[in-house]
């Protein structure tokens, strides 16, 4: 007998991802899946892509979830407080959502809006000391999409010294599936083939957590939507405090890690190779005209960005291997 | 110790296909991958999406594939004879190629020209009878992307003398990939994205292969290139010769198949549905206007319409549950 | 003083279309858009391709629509009626939608329900006759985009006698801004990026309109929706009477029209050579197997199959030459 | 009798999209086209948007060109010196490539290699200064696509000393119509759909014009290739001096402009509102986080970015209204 998991919210593509990656988990059997809209629909008439799966969704309550061991939580950014703090003790929360991400209630409060629901552990294994904490969390934050690419790319450089954290400019694109499922004009294939376009400049709710996982001091992040359905590219930009080479310091920090790969030289990130995994793929170097220090990251927005780390954290959680039921490798072309 | 198994041709997008979903198979064990202009380079070099794999292309000869146990055939159309003819006897090959799928010598000549190679099995395990022929094979030729496409969709209507043979149309839509990975203009991306364009118009190459597999007697079938990297969405129109209800006759064939899945009714395929797994969907109705029957396929050409397939094919060739490795769901969007 | 013109329901992308091509016209003068949730927004906020175009959308009521000479209908479908009975005799009326194609009122009831508004000259000036009777009339029914794409490609070879008319099957694939502007969920990017699916398999309403103006007693249309935002590409096939060519038959039928380009020999229509421009290209032949005709249309479905279709349709009925303000060349790449 | 005009190198993206101008141009009259390997092929075969122009593919050589008044030259880098050298003194050329573009022979040395050619006038009319220059030059060197994105979002701003010059950060993402059309394997639409890559990072050769146009004097530009065949998004930040807003400096300085659209408060450009037009849509914002200017440019980079933008300053050369033949608005979706 496995672990028993289940997911609420789970008809959105984080959902869906979701459930794709547990259906072949070898250590986790998929208990429950909950949605709001399509209670009582098969999941396959939700998500085509898994058909043959034999599951109904349920109501996202506490009942249908409480006993399960294991919870992740893909729901709208403040609903997951309410839904964590019914379940019983024991079950154990992986949130997807962005609720308990931040430490600085403020912050929230600017970017967000409304009441700070507290912080949990924060779940990006791959930042200095928190694979321990997440092993050891019963309820872990885990990260944010673009926080997942930007922080990759420049938290080691920070934490060397490498490069100044007080003028990081970051410039980020998104797949589609980053903004969601909700059925809005802008995001209709008509609008978004063929086209880029820049949203929330200026003030993206991303900055604060960036800010927090990678210690810059500050961050001028702007978001783009970009004319495929998954994958993020974010190419970020800092002034060096010497001549270290972002490259080895990248290399060195992620040298044992499962997940990230710093590519060989001349090699940059494409996000299509990433597309259905759980990596994240970093470059860097120096520009020879400004002299700053400019590192590319790709993701799969879905994958290392939302259900593969959720996944990844959940294994640390239960003490199995970190890279249980994850694929390392992309689906590509 | 596994299955040592080699990809001969493994530059290429079915190439790259097979040696993701070999690296994550549980018996077989990816000793070697040739290529030809890439020989000497890192796989992941090529295939980015493989960032993380240790191995580099050797030369496609025969010495460094013949300590393989299975050797799966990526070349180009008319190269797999000679080098499957200097393969020890006891090495099993899957070829992905053309070369061995036709029993007609004039069928060959016709539509591709030069010598006929002669057929091997065919690999089709969804075929009456072809599922034990495979699993008794020591030479498959796994079945090319749209006649897998137009064979599952077409096949159980003729067989169940549901449909008449002698008036099959197919218009069938293909993603990128399938045209393979040579850098030609029409293939450029300026080209193909925003583009339906069709090809070989009046004398496609699986046409042969079809009516083989199929039963049909006379086919026309028009490929058409669409702009997406994977992919095949066939539309098969034949002829009813009673009233029997085609999506039964079709449910019925592939009640036990794990890959073949005929949707609820209402549902249609989609191909991304189908994107980075080994799944064939169906649905089919009867027109209201003409009275044809119309069924529609969706698979992922590099999955069961390639890379997927000829795993498939091989499990069975080397008694394991034919689904090992292999998987169900596709990932999307 | 130039003829005054207006835009009802211009909100949509075949009315944002018209505007385009509208404010480009050296004898039209846009005087009015309206529109429904938008009225009172400037144009340029809800096609911001229009950046620059100083107008507001009015309210879709007759008052705004009046004083115009002409007025383009670009509601959805069972809204034109009653709009159009309301105007002023002397305004002269384009209806893009679909309330006046059809002669048969049965045929209207059972593909689109509701009662049958009557039939207006019906707008596709290439079919023998037609050219004349739009330019005599006052209340035209502009062509159906799948309409446009299939009746070129067909009606002259039943005409001609090249083809039976009881046999038509016909595959046929939209852009996605055929399906229209309501944010619907399946119309998301995310969902159709790298996707082919079919829909309304079996029971299209364009299936009446495409009989009436081909001729075809027996028609078998399955429409296809694709990734890309414009463009239709038709695969029409019939059963030849004899040996006539069908490309030379096109080729003779089409030799005066300024919008209609059959392909030299050996070249197949892209959409995306459409895009933007008011042509439909063709090619023909003959397939080796079947022997049936097989015809490929390609259009734009905003350009010739809607807007510029519409002004070319106005253009006659106004006395100017046909081709003016309409792009024959499209824009590609 | 019209301006004579010919293109050289006419069989490319650029190339294409001039004569698609040019044929629709009232005031020129397209004489020749000539083309290397496509010589003597009918223009319509290489450029099927074309279908209808009866016009077929000259070598490109000064006899061919030396008749008419005026000639783009449309050619790979390093190409035009030769050619322009060799024709007639009265012939007025406009270049699309980067031969003519920098005054500093070091810096072309730097990025380029080979010997310089020497500066033209450099043909970007919203430059102040520029549009009589350009109306009184014979040879105008006209603005590569990055840069006319570029300079048009930051040389106000520079100008009226609003952003400190010596830190300026630019990411920008082009389709894949600006790596032009040669068949190298990168472009392939099987890799460039559903993907973002970064290219020549740190050293990218239109760092050294941008400088030269705008007044930077430190510069970090980061291109990176976007799933679409048209269009630049250029995201462009730097530090203000104080606290100009920099939206309203930009609509001071393009007041007057035809194709420069700052973009209503709330309004952020997109490519796609830009494809097939040259027009180029702006706006601008200050971070709250970093306090950074941020300005967004939208152009399609065949159109404004290369060949509205050259027909624009032949426009100015030959004295006629600057938007002849030029289309303000985009085709979109």
Redesign the interface.
């Known amino acids: 007998m496995g672990i028993r998991v289940a997911v609420a919210g789970a008809s959105g ?1 984080a959902g ?1 991802e979701l459930l ?1 990656l547990l ?2 988990h070898p250590e986790f059997d998929l208990v429950a899946a909950t949605a709001h809209a399509s209670a009582g629909r ?1 999941v396959a ?1 939700v ?7 034999d599951l109904v969704f349920g109501a996202t309550d506490p009942a249908t979830l409480a006993d399960a061991d294991l919870v992740f939580l893909a729901l709208p950014h403040g609903q997951s407080a309410a839904l964590a703090a019914a379940l019983p003790g024991p079950v154990k929360v992986v949130d997807l959502g962005a609720d308990h991400r931040l430490r600085d209630a403020d912050a929230w409060a600017r970017y967000y809006g409304g009441d700070h629901a507290g912080a949990w552990t924060y779940g990006l294994p791959e930042l200095p000391g928190q694979r321990a904490a997440v092993a050891a969390a019963d309820r872990v934050a885990s990260t944010g999409c673009y926080a997942v690419a930007t922080t990759l790319a420049l938290a080691p450089l920070i934490a060397a010294g490498a490069v100044f954290p007080a ?3 970051v ?1 980020a ?1 998104s ?3 980053g ?1 969601g ?1 909700a ?3 802008h ?13 929330k ?3 993206h709710q991303h ?1 604060p957590e960036i ?1 927090q996982a990678t210690g810059a001091t ?5 978001p ?1 939507l ?6 993020i ?1 974010a ?1 970020v ?1 800092a002034v060096p405090t010497g001549d270290a080479d972002p490259r080895e310091v990248l290399a060195a920090a992620y040298a044992d890690e ?1 997940f990230v ?1 710093v ?2 030289e001349g ?11 759980n ?1 994240c ?1 970093l ?1 860097a ?8 220090v ?1 590192v ?1 990251s ?1 993701i799969d927005n879905l994958g290392k960005g939302a259900a593969g780390q959720a996944v990844q954290n959940a294994n640390l959680m239960f003490g199995l291997p970190e890279t249980t039921g994850l ?7």
């Open positions: 593509y869906g794709r259906a072949g098969p008439a998500h085509p892509q898994l058909a043959g799966l003028d990081v400019v410039v694109a797949g589609t599936s903004a499922r059925a809005k004009p995001l209709l294939g008509s609008e978004v083939m063929g086209d880029l376009s820049p949203y400049v200026g003030a900055v800010k500050s961050l001028s992040f702007t783009v970009a004319p495929m359905p998954r994958g590219l190419t930009t499962p790969h590519l060989p090699a940059w990130p494409h996000t299509a190779a990433t597309a259905g995994g990596s793929h470059q170097t120096v520009d020879v005209d400004s002299g700053r400019i590319v790709a694929p390392v490798f992309g689906v590509a072309p």
